[in-house]
Each structure stands twice: as structure tokens, then as C-alpha cells.
């Protein structure tokens, strides 16, 4: 081998034109739909960039065969093979088929239906504080928002702006209308937000200080915050204007991970309103912890939903975010919303937006309960 | 898939979870 390392002669060929002139094509394509990394400017502003680890992934056709892998999984499964098969994945990700609602392993159709099942009632108790998890999953990282930019882990860090959205004249927001498609969405009357789902729930505990807040603004006692800061930044993305932060309040936020075998609908966390949806196409690279601590950018780079409104304390927001394996993302109050769909993706940090405010005059959105069902991660 | 939570909240606001720790969901995040 040493010999023939050292003493081989190198000879080149031209390659056929057809080759050369295929590989041309495919770098052409390459370079102009398939550069996919995202860097975040100071501002907050998405626009491409060039880290390789970004680069090789993105060369990958990840959203292909996201869908791909959705279709298969809807395919309908023969009857006698379904208990054996989704036993063994229950098994090979530790999957509780005790707290499934339908405990008949063959009904349910195909691997997608089994991923995307539900759970009985009552098997998760909602603890009554102020913030209860809307998933099951793990704990990735949590913690306080400081100067605008969000952990994602220690010592990386993206910009709350890019996450959420924000519009300016060199991101312009393309707004859809929204009309409650689903007959049996929940559309509360001004009457009825105090009954949400047989529970009484104050105005008080949905809008809470939200008047104070208000109040705050011109309050020459008030420290001022400067127009970068996180806490400004949060309530003006949510409340769509240049609201004043109280002196008491910080942002918070937390990640959590949905693992394969996990259940896979997501529940709200809190009393809140829900004012917006953003939907924000994008890559659909895998959000495992092992990614999450190499890949920057990788929650501001991937397609997710970022539902914005407030809670008793202000400003709340809640971002599922999409992955290879499950880049579906269903909203149960929001039918017309279709993520992970075919085609070219927008530009970075571009997003389509809806506004919920016909679910209840009253509360400007769709009012939501703590444990209340949202929606769901769908696989493909 | 991961769920990112952005929210205000009082100074006061404290976790009751740790990194790395297996929730469910409705389980408590803070108070």
C-alpha cells in the first residue's frame, strides 16, 4: 500500500461534458436554493450565512424525506400486524400503553395514527400553579432572557427577535386571514370566558395586570428600558406595539424535548389568551440534545409555530418547534394552519401571520385554560 | 420536536424543574 501510494502516477481524465455539465447544474442549484444557514444580526434580522456544520446539514434533503417518512407512516397497517408492531416500538422507546385512551392496539391504523394518540382522562393531573408543562418530555435548558437573546444551551445563544418575528420594512409580514374552519372549535362569547370547559376562570386570570402594565407607561418613577431590552422586545412582539415594561417583571423561557416515543400532543400551560400565530417555514434539522449543543440557531432556523398572547403577568408565548421526524405541527383552534407543505422555502425570518382576535372580543384571542389540548406534533 | 416557552413573569417567578429532568404533561414548571 505504501508502494503504491508513493509511486502510483496521477492521471487525469476530462470528465464527458454530460457530467460536467450535470454536476454545474446541481451546484448552481445548490448554491442558490440550498445555502441554508441562517445568521441573526444584531437587530434580529435572519439572513444567510456560512457555518459548515449549517452547510452539511443543509445539504441534506431533510424536509423530503421528512415527508416521505410522513407518508409512510400513514400507510395503513395489515390488522394482525398492529399489536405485534406498535408493541415493539412501545418497547423500543418506552412508550406507556397503559395510558392510552384507546387501549386496542388494532385500532389504530397506521404508525402515525399510534404516534399521535391520546390519553385517557386523568392520567395527568393539572397541578394548580402558575406554569405546569404542556408536554411530556425533558427539560432541555431554562432560565431568564437577557439582553433580547435566548440560551439555547450554555453559552449559545439566538436572538428572541428572530425567534418570534418581528416586522420591518426588510421583513415584511405576510398576514392570512383566519376564520375558525373546525365547526367544533371552542369560540367563547363575552359571556362565557368566566366557564371555559365547565371551569371558572376570572377575566382577572387571563388578562390580570395587564391594566397595570399599562399603567406603568409614562411613570416617570420607572426606570426606563432601553428599546433593546428583552422584556421591551417581548411585549411589543406580543402586544404589536411599544408597551413600557414594568420594573418588576423579567422574560423567562424553557425548552422542552419530545422524545420519539413520547406523547406527542401539547397541552397549554397556563391561563392564557392566545393573540397570533406565526408560522415560520423552515429546515427541519433535528432538535435532539445532541444537535442542540452543536448546531447555533438550530430553534430559530427550523419551521415552527409561535403562538403570542399574554397571561396574568404580561407577555406569554408558546413555539412548537418542528423536527425531521415530526415537522407536522397541528393547532386544534387553528385548522387553516399547514406546516412542513412542499415548496421553496421563503427567505429567513419571514413568517405568515394570523390573528385570533374573533375567538372572544372580549379577551382580543382564543382564551385557553392550564392542561387544555392544543394541538400536536404529527410525524412527516 | 421541542416546545420553546417565552413568557413575563414577576421577579419572584421561581422554577421547580431542573435541567435534564422527565416531565409530564401538567406537571408544575414554576410558580
Request: aromatic fraction near 12%; charge should be neutral; glycine fraction near 10%.
Amino acid at each position: 500500500l505504501a508502494d503504491a501510494w508513493r509511486d502510483t502516477p496521477t492521471k487525469w481524465y476530462p470528465l464527458p461534458i454530460g457530467i460536467g455539465a450535470l454536476l454545474l447544474v446541481v451546484l448552481n442549484y445548490r448554491k442558490n436554493y440550498s445555502s441554508k444557514e441562517v445568521v441573526v444580526d444584531g437587530d434580529g434580522n435572519a439572513r444567510r450565512g456560512g457555518r459548515w456544520g449549517v452547510h452539511v446539514l443543509g445539504a441534506l434533503p431533510l424536509r423530503n424525506l421528512s415527508r416521505l417518512w410522513g407518508y409512510l407512516n400513514s400507510l395503513t397497517l395489515p390488522v394482525w400486524f398492529r399489536p405485534y408492531g406498535f408493541r415493539l416500538y412501545a418497547w423500543v422507546f418506552g412508550c406507556n400503553l397503559d395510558e392510552m385512551a384507546e387501549q386496542d392496539l388494532k385500532h389504530y391504523t397506521s404508525l402515525g395514527d399510534f404516534f399521535y394518540r391520546s390519553l385517557k382522562d386523568g392520567v395527568r393531573p393539572i397541578a394548580s400553579t402558575a406554569l405546569v408543562s404542556p408536554a411530556d418530555g425533558k427539560i432541555l435548558h431554562f432560565g431568564t432572557v437577557e439582553g433580547a437573546r435566548v440560551e439555547q444551551v450554555k453559552g449559545i445563544t439566538y436572538s428572541l427577535d428572530a425567534l418570534l418575528g418581528s416586522s420591518s420594512p426588510s421583513n415584511p409580514v405576510e398576514t392570512v386571514p383566519f376564520t375558525h374552519g373546525n365547526p367544533d372549535a371552542r369560540k367563547v362569547s363575552d359571556e362565557q370566558f368566566a366557564d371555559v370547559n365547565g371551569i371558572p376562570y376570572s377575566l382577572d386570570d387571563f388578562l390580570g395586570r395587564i391594566s397595570q402594565t399599562r399603567s406603568v407607561e409614562g411613570d416617570a418613577s420607572v426606570p426606563s428600558a432601553s428599546p433593546s431590552s428583552a422584556l421591551d422586545v417581548g411585549v411589543r412582539v406580543a402586544l404589536g406595539s411599544k408597551e413600557a415594561p414594568t420594573k418588576s417583571s423579567r422574560l423567562f423561557f424553557c425548552v422542552i424535548y419530545l422524545a420519539p416515543g413520547d406523547y406527542h400532543r401539547f397541552h397549554s400551560p397556563t391561563a392564557w389568551v392566545v393573540e397570533r400565530r406565526r408560522h415560520f417555514s423552515g429546515e427541519l434539522f433535528s432538535v435532539s440534545p445532541f444537535v442542540a449543543q452543536r448546531l447555533q440557531d438550530l430553534f430559530v432556523l427550523n419551521e415552527r409555530v409561535a403562538l403570542l398572547g399574554r397571561w396574568r403577568y404580561g407577555f406569554f408565548s408558546m413555539i412548537p418547534v418542528g423536527a425531521t421526524n415530526v415537522g407536522s405541527i397541528k393547532i386544534n383552534f387553528d385548522q387553516a394552519l399547514r406546516t412542513n407543505v412542499r415548496g421553496r422555502l421563503p427567505p429567513p425570518g419571514t413568517f405568515r401571520e394570523a390573528t385570533y382576535s374573533g375567538a372572544s372580543t372580549l379577551l382580543s384571542g382564543q382564551p385557553l385554560v392550564p392542561g387544555e389540548e392544543m394541538g400536536g406534533f404529527c410525524l412527516g | 420536536s421541542s416546545i420553546v416557552l417565552v413568557f413575563e413573569a414577576p421577579d419572584d417567578f421561581v422554577w421547580k424543574v431542573h435541567a435534564g429532568q422527565k416531565v409530564k404533561y401538567g406537571e408544575v414548571m414554576g410558580d
